[in-house]
Nanobody, 124 residues
Framework: QVQLVESGGGSVQAGSYLRLSCVAS????????MGWFRQVPGKEREFVAA????????DYADSVKGRFTISRDNAKNTLYLHMNNLKPEDTATYYC????????????WGFGSWGQGTQVIVSS
């Protein structure tokens, strides 16, 4: 089982930058494909971005493409989400997720381990 701990959320103005971090333990991080999802109360969890352990292939939701960047530092067992030009509609709780295998998935059921979430609030 993989343990995931997110950090870096906060309350910011529209147009700001935030970096979310997710530290993994319990399994060799470099063999995990990782993802970021977000959820607003009353709505389904939404795919944000994912990165494969193989060649660091990435995928992004259309709503964040060009503004968010997912990256990983295998030496630090850490996943990042760099969020530029934040918008009020980015307000959500952001979750880090891990899966085995190299294939990137946009489906939350494809990920077997989840963090506790970190809240991001963007005001206009």
């Amino acid at each position: 089982q993989v343990q995931l701990v997110e950090s870096g959320g906060g309350s910011v103005q529209a147009g700001s930058y935030l970096r979310l971090s997710c530290v993994a333990s319990g399994r060799t991080f470099s063999t995990l494909s990782m993802g970021w999802f977000r959820q607003v109360p009353g709505k389904e969890r939404e795919f944000v971005a994912a990165i494969s352990w193989l060649f660091d292939n990435t995928d992004y939701a259309d709503s964040v493409k060009g503004r968010f960047t997912i990256s990983r530092d295998n030496a630090k067992n850490t996943l990042y989400l760099h969020m530029n030009n934040l918008k009020p509609e980015d307000t959500a709780t952001y979750y880090c997720a891990a899966k085995t295998g190299a294939q990137i998935s946009r489906a939350d059921w494809g990920f077997g381990s989840w963090g506790q979430g970190t809240q991001v609030i963007v005001s206009s």
